[in-house]
Structure formats: C-alpha cells, structure tokens
C-alpha cells in the first residue's frame, strides 16, 4: 500500500515545485534601449525575443513590463510596450508593474 502511493507523491511534489518556480525574466539594459529602435532591431533584441518566444508557448500569459515608476522608468515602460504591440503582441497581453528597481533597465517576464 505504501508504495503505490510514492508515485503520487513523487508526481505531487514535482507538479507543486513546477507551478511555485518564478517566472524567467528578461532585462533590457540601457545599452540595449541606446540601439537605434527599429521594428527589425526589436525584434531582434536578445530580451525582447526570449520574452515573445516564451509568450507564444504560453495562451493567456501576459508580458510583464517591470520598471522603476519614477519619469524615465515609466517613459520606457510605455515604449517598450508600444513596439511589443508594433511587433505584434496584443495590447491585452501586456501588463505594467512597477517593481522599484534600477531606474536603468526594464524586466520582461511571463506570467498567468
């Protein structure tokens, strides 16, 4: 009896520690944002790709947008979610969290 139970509890434990793991992030740094934005070098930005690649494997997920909240956080915040919707993703899609970190980068991730 015990042991037709282990794989319920094994299957139990990974499924949890499965749905607890943070989700990826992906940081745009200010070198990256300095590049001259086109649609094409967007879309080509390592963290931006990661973050719509990870998107597109996930129905109903949303790209969060996390930045300072200060001026210059918000500013690239809102741009950045105006070239992923040029690039694409829809706008009900997207969220946008202020998460009080380094005025100078912009997270990506993914989340239900």
Do not use: C
């Not at 949890?16 to 940081?27: F, M, N, Q, R, V």
């Not at 690239?76 to 040029?86: K, P, Q």
């Amino acid at each position: 009896m015990k042991l037709s139970l282990l794989p319920v509890i094994v299957l139990t434990a990974f499924t949890t520690a499965a749905l607890a793991a943070p989700p990826h992030t992906y940081t745009i740094t200010p070198d990256e944002w300095a590049q001259p934005r086109s649609g094409e070098n967007m879309a080509a930005m390592a963290p931006v790709r990661a973050a719509v690649k990870e998107w597109m494997k996930h129905p109903g997920d949303h790209i969060v947008i996390m930045h300072s909240g200060d001026d210059i956080g918000s500013l690239w915040a809102s741009e950045v979610h105006d070239w992923l919707v040029s690039l694409g993703v829809p706008s009900t899609a997207l969220k946008n969290r202020i998460s009080g970190q380094d005025e100078n980068s912009v997270t990506l991730s993914v989340e239900p």
